[in-house]
Antibody
Framework: EVQLVESGGGLVQPGGSLRLSCAAS????????MNWVRQAPGKGLEWVAN????????YYVDSVKGRFTISRDNGGNSLYLQMNSLRAEDTAVYYC????????????WGQGTLVTVSS | QSVLTQPPSVSAAPGQKVTISCSGS????????VSWYQQLPGTAPKLLIY???KRPSAIPDRFSGSKSGTSATLGITGLQSGDEADYYC??????????FGGGTKLTVL
């Protein structure tokens, strides 16, 4: 069964750091671009970052550039998001998702992990 | 403010057809494929349409997609109560980011 399981969310103070993980199973993790997508409470989807199969190419939304870093461990079938200098507006459910369909479409999503930035 | 524009809400009766529009620009929809996602309350998004009009194998043919110029449309026929959800369009943008619409809430009357 194809599965993505996120972990690492929680409550953090403004200016703090958090590292999210996404464990992949049931497919050849190293063959796909991977994404982080977030959803603030009651709001729509916002793409955060993605990373190429070998980790050599990464893209970020402007609002997280310089603060967040996406990375992956193909040997351990894991995706990561290191989040530094967190702000209240980073509060959201963070999903990892696989670009496993043509046209940059994400067919597999995790259940999400909630990050709350508050003092 | 989302890069792609969707109506906030649409509604229709069971059994009827509904369409959801997604408007963008030449830098995103105009030059890239569009995908559509369904998000049921409290769950992760689910891919409905990719490459403008293709369906993953598990998605019924009640769901369809089309694209013309800088706009795309999701169609749903034979509406069911279980279709009540938020729907999002998404695509790649030439600024090297993925962009989503603001989402459309579908209500089955």
């Amino acid at each position: 069964e194809v599965q993505l399981v996120e972990s690492g969310g929680g409550l953090v103070q403004p200016g703090g750091s958090l590292r999210l993980s996404c464990a992949a199973s049931g497919f050849t993790f190293s063959s796909y671009w991977m994404n982080w997508v977030r959803q603030a409470p009651g709001k729509g989807l916002e793409w955060v970052a993605n990373i190429k199969q070998d980790g050599s190419v990464k893209y970020y939304v402007d609002s997280v550039k310089g603060r967040f870093t996406i990375s992956r461990d193909n040997g351990g079938n894991s995706l990561y998001l290191q989040m530094n200098s967190l702000r209240a507006e980073d509060t959201a459910v963070y999903y990892c998702a696989t670009t496993d369909y043509g046209g940059n479409a994400a067919g597999c999503w995790g259940q999400g992990t909630l990050v709350t930035v508050s003092s | 403010q989302s890069v792609l524009t969707q109506p906030p809400s649409v509604s229709a009766a069971p059994g009827q057809k509904v369409t959801i529009s997604c408007s963008g620009s030449s830098s995103n929809i105009g030059s890239n494929y569009v995908s559509w996602y369904q998000q049921l309350p409290g769950t992760a998004p689910k891919l409905l349409i990719y490459e403008n009009n293709k369906r993953p194998s598990a998605i019924p043919d009640r769901f369809s997609g089309s694209k013309s110029g800088t706009s795309a449309t999701l169609g749903i026929t034979g509406l069911q109560s279980g279709d009540e959800a938020d729907y999002y369009c998404g695509t790649w943008d030439s600024s090297l980011i993925t962009v989503f619409g603001g989402g459309t809430k579908l209500t089955v009357l």
